[in-house]
């Protein structure tokens, strides 16, 4: 009984008009709401950037760390970046800490190495 009085105040109220559908119809999915568009083809035009395969990775350049301390003790070693304690194998900002070694520290991001010494030698 309540179902049939919001169906029929529904229909008097227009919402179908409105672009509502009536109770119990379900509107087709205009578009995947999932989906990335392009980033050249919003302005009609096609990018290199929006065609696979045509990006090239820009070389990676000099981490941004400070490596303020190490402490070298095999397996357990540990390093001071940027106030943080890493040991081998963490990582931060993206950079993974390799090898420990006296006064430096070898960092790995995107199969680039970087070595750092303490206070941004090397």
């Not at 029929?8 to 179908?16: D, H, K, P, S, Y």
């Not at 379900?26 to 919003?42: E, K, N, T, Y």
Request: aromatic fraction near 4%; proline fraction near 6%; charge should be positive.
């Amino acid at each position: 009984m309540i179902g049939r009085r919001l169906a029929a105040l529904a229909m008097a109220l227009g919402f179908t008009a409105l672009g509502f559908p009536a109770l119990g119809q379900s509107r087709a999915l205009q578009h995947d709401p999932f989906v990335r568009p392009a980033v050249g083809l919003l302005q009609g035009h096609a990018s290199s950037a929006a065609t696979p395969g045509r990006v090239k990775a820009a070389p990676e350049a000099k981490p941004k760390l400070n490596l303020q301390a190490v402490l070298v003790a095999g397996p357990q070693s540990i390093a001071n970046v940027d106030g943080v304690m890493l040991r081998v194998g963490d990582s931060i900002n993206g950079y993974r800490l390799l090898e420990v070694a006296h006064r430096s520290a070898v960092f790995e991001k995107n199969g680039a190495k970087f070595t750092l010494g303490i206070g941004g030698t090397k």
